[in-house]
């Protein structure tokens, strides 16, 4: 599959939303959650701390994953994640991941931290293949953590 990994900018914020409710809904199966609230996607573009990474895929013409990671000094945290249905299990998503853990090790983190529900067998099969072991259980959530 052809596509680029970059760094978002906000003409991708529209894009981004819609991933955002593809991914609630392929976790939750529910379409009445709230999108993001506007100032909270749009301190990723403004903190230096939030970073927004997308695969850009000009066959799709569009934005076809992405993950947002929130640099908190000691760890990484992944807070969103997700490829469109269509491309998924084509490697976007370990790419997208790869992207994240180098920018992690550009800002000297060693850590990477995430969670996932514990009904989303798939996205814990893979980040566990990918290297994350469980840490915790949060209630329904699961957290994960990979030394990078
Ligand atoms: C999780 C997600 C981002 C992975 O993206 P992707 O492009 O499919 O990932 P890759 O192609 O790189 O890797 C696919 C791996 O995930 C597994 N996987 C991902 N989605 C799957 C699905 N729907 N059903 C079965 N396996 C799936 C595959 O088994 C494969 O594992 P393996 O290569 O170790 O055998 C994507 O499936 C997605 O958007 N899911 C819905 C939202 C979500 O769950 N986000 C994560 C929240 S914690």
Redesign the pocket.
């Known amino acids: 599959m052809d596509y680029k990994l970059r760094r978002a900018v906000e003409n991708d914020k529209l894009a981004i939303c819609g991933l955002f409710n ?2 609630i809904w ?2 939750y199966k529910e379409v009445n959650r709230e999108p993001y609230a506007d100032d909270y996607l749009e301190s990723f573009f403004v903190d230096d701390s939030k970073v927004i990474f997308v695969a850009d895929s000009p066959a799709f013409e569009h934005i076809i ?1 992405y993950i947002s990671v929130i640099d908190h000094i000691d760890h990484l945290y992944i807070d969103d ?3 469109t249905e269509q ?9 997208l991941l790869h992207v994240a853990e180098s920018f992690a090790l550009g800002h000297h983190i060693k850590k990477v931290a ?4 514990e009904s ?1 067998k ?2 814990q ?2 980040y566990h ?1 990918r290297g994350y072991d469980i840490y915790s259980r949060d209630g329904n959530r699961i957290r994960m953590i990979k030394w990078l």
Request: proline content about 0%.
């Open positions: 593809e991914m392929s976790i994953g994640f997700c490829v491309c998924r299990c084509a490697g976007v998503g370990t790419s995430l969670h996932v529900e989303n798939a996205a099969k893979l293949n």
